[in-house]
């Protein structure tokens, strides 16, 4: 039996460990990255996870908090709250959305597509970021 990676792709086709850290190409973000970046997904405020420098933050409100205590009110240029379990989606202009979900000190991710019969295949992620790439 083959696997049609399309229908349900597996995450190391949108996954990728690069030099700043965990990258996710549908979001084109990093996951707690450890440089700055221009888009970065910070599951909480440990300061292995929440570093400054950033173009743009996604994190809940009590992360973002502590980044502006520790690293300024200026932390990144833009910081974008994001509330436990709230689906938001990170690409509006693309044609495939991707939607990302926190949670608690983790954020997870997967890739959900529809076979010609309507049918959501998942392809689940690693470490932590909901990031959902929904392809029609």
């Known amino acids: 039996m083959t696997t049609d990676t399309t229908l349900n792709p597996h995450p190391d086709t949108w996954i990728e460990v690069r030099r700043a850290g965990i990258y996710c190409i549908p979001a084109d973000a990093y996951i707690d990255p450890m440089q700055p970046v221009a888009r970065a997904l910070i599951t909480h405020g440990h300061a292995d996870h929440a570093r400054g420098g950033h173009e743009s933050v996604w994190a809940t409100v009590e992360t973002i908090n502590i980044m502006q205590q520790r690293y300024g009110i200026e932390h990144a240029v833009v910081q974008t709250a994001v509330a436990i379990g709230e689906e938001i989606n990170l690409t509006p ?3 495939h959305p991707v939607l990302m979900s926190l949670y608690p000190a983790a954020c997870k991710t997967s ?13 689940a992620g690693i470490k932590a970021c909901v990031v959902h790439a929904l392809l029609v």
Do not use: F, M, Q
């Not at 309507?118 to 392809?123: D, I, K, N, P, Q």
């Open 111 to 123: 890739v959900h597509t529809r076979d010609n019969k309507g049918c959501e295949r998942v392809g």
């Open 93 to 95: 202009e693309a044609e």
